[in-house]
């Protein structure tokens, strides 16, 4: 409570007037960390919105890659340095609601660190390689049922959506497949392409622009609604898998310290940067849904609910990072 009061107070400060020429928090370098490789969604919108955001400060953005323990290593570089704005993360909501349910932290996700704010949204789509026989979802299902006990199913790592999305498909399916855990999705989808496991819930940044190019299959999307870069895709609702919806959000992270008034300064910043149609078109085209929020209590009750329906995915089927 201690914690949405202070966020619902920063929210308020937002609609104050601020000249972002002349960035309020001191005169550092802004540095952005990224808990994980370069490359991948959390890297690209990194980029993409820090680039805006120097320009809309007049100060050099710098992003810092800290990969490594689901997450854990670059928020602890965060929480490390002073609460003073100058060092953030950009992160998905997974490395607070999804990693920590089976990957120990030095930090409590839920207390020690607050979301700042969303830019985009990021939905899971199944997929098989393109020479697999089934050609829908009721045919994928007949077939896997068909090769029961020979089946598998991919990740792109232990304890993560890709994994709990495959499990709840076996469970309801009835369908047993082994799961085939990977550091990533690219190593995945080069052994789904190569034929070595069968289907994988996987990211849409990386699978869209293999199903653009013929390669891949998909056969559902996870989220409520119809992804836009997918239309034909029918979602796993109403494909009568309503449990089947992962759609997290991908943003900025802080200390659950910093001071109300920094905390709305952040809102400010980057709330322009994440308006900027550079900025939303550039999001697009890498496969990513803009959807900027600044409510960061919001978007703190959001995630509690995630690490919450999570842990009980976790614990039901008695998941392991490794």
Same mark, same amino acid.
């Given at each position: 409570?201690?914690?949405?009061?202070?966020?619902?107070?920063?929210?308020?400060?937002?609609?104050?007037?601020?000249?972002?020429?002349? +960035?309020?928090?001191?005169?550092?370098?802004?540095?952005?960390?990224?808990?994980? &490789?370069?490359?991948?969604?959390?890297?690209?919108? @990194?980029?993409? %919105?820090?680039?805006?955001?120097?320009?809309?400060?007049?100060?050099?953005?710098?992003?810092?890659?800290?990969?490594? *323990?689901?997450?854990?290593?670059?928020?602890?570089?965060?929480?490390?340095?002073?609460?003073?704005?100058?060092?953030?993360?950009? *992160?998905?909501?997974?490395?607070?609601?999804?990693?920590?349910?089976?990957?120990?932290?030095?930090?409590?996700?839920?207390?020690?660190?607050?979301?700042?704010?969303?830019?985009?949204?990021?939905? %899971? %789509?199944?997929?098989?390689? @393109?020479? /697999?026989? @089934?050609?829908?979802?009721?045919? #994928?299902?007949?077939?896997?049922?068909?090769?029961? =006990?020979? *089946?598998?199913?991919?990740?792109?790592?232990?304890?993560?959506?890709?994994?709990?999305?495959?499990?709840?498909?076996?469970?309801?399916?009835? #369908?047993?497949?082994?799961?085939?855990? /990977?550091?990533?999705?690219?190593?995945?989808?080069?052994?789904?392409? =190569?034929?070595?496991?069968?289907?994988?819930?996987?990211?849409?940044?990386?699978?869209?622009?293999?199903?653009?190019?013929?390669?891949?299959? &998909?056969? @559902?999307?996870?989220?409520?609604?119809?992804?836009?870069?997918?239309?034909?895709?029918?979602?796993?609702?109403?494909?009568? /898998?309503?449990?089947?919806?992962?759609?997290? +959000?991908?943003?900025?992270?802080?200390?659950?310290?910093?001071?109300?008034?920094?905390?709305?300064?952040?809102?400010?910043?980057?709330?322009?940067?994440?308006?900027? *149609?550079?900025?939303?078109?550039?999001?697009?085209?890498?496969?990513?849904?803009?959807?900027?929020?600044?409510?960061?209590?919001?978007?703190?009750?959001?995630?509690?609910?995630?690490?919450?329906? !999570?842990?009980?995915?976790?614990?039901? /089927?008695?998941?392991?990072? !490794?």
């Amino acid at each position: 409570m201690k914690l949405l009061h202070f966020a619902r107070a920063a929210a308020a400060l937002v609609g104050c007037s601020m000249a972002l020429g002349a +960035w309020a928090l001191g005169d550092k370098p802004v540095k952005l960390i990224v808990p994980a &490789p370069p490359g991948g969604t959390m890297d690209i919108v @990194a980029r993409v %919105v820090g680039q805006q955001m120097a320009l809309d400060i007049g100060r050099p953005v710098i992003i810092e890659n800290r990969p490594g *323990a689901g997450g854990s290593i670059g928020l602890q570089a965060m929480l490390q340095a002073a609460p003073d704005g100058n060092t953030i993360v950009l *992160a998905a909501s997974n490395v607070l609601a999804e990693t920590p349910q089976v990957v120990r932290m030095p930090f409590d996700p839920l207390k020690d660190v607050v979301p700042i704010a969303s830019v985009a949204r990021s939905g %899971v %789509v199944l997929v098989s390689a @393109a020479s /697999y026989p @089934a050609r829908d979802f009721q045919g #994928l299902i007949a077939e896997l049922k068909a090769r029961k =006990g020979k *089946a598998s199913f991919a990740s792109y790592s232990p304890g993560t959506v890709s994994q709990y999305a495959g499990l709840i498909l076996n469970d309801r399916a009835g #369908l047993d497949m082994p799961h085939v855990g /990977y550091p990533g999705s690219p190593p995945a989808l080069q052994d789904l392409l =190569g034929g070595q496991v069968d289907i994988m819930f996987d990211g849409m940044l990386t699978s869209t622009p293999l199903i653009k190019a013929g390669k891949l299959r &998909p056969y @559902a999307f996870t989220g409520k609604t119809r992804s836009r870069f997918l239309p034909d895709v029918p979602t796993t609702t109403e494909l009568g /898998y309503p449990d089947l919806q992962f759609r997290g +959000w991908v943003g900025f992270i802080g200390s659950s310290k910093l001071p109300a008034d920094v905390l709305a300064k952040l809102h400010a910043v980057i709330e322009k940067a994440g308006q900027a *149609a550079v900025v939303q078109q550039k999001l697009l085209d890498v496969g990513l849904e803009p959807e900027l929020s600044v409510d960061t209590p919001a978007l703190i009750a959001e995630t509690r609910a995630l690490s919450e329906r !999570n842990a009980a995915i976790v614990k039901k /089927y008695r998941i392991q990072a !490794n």
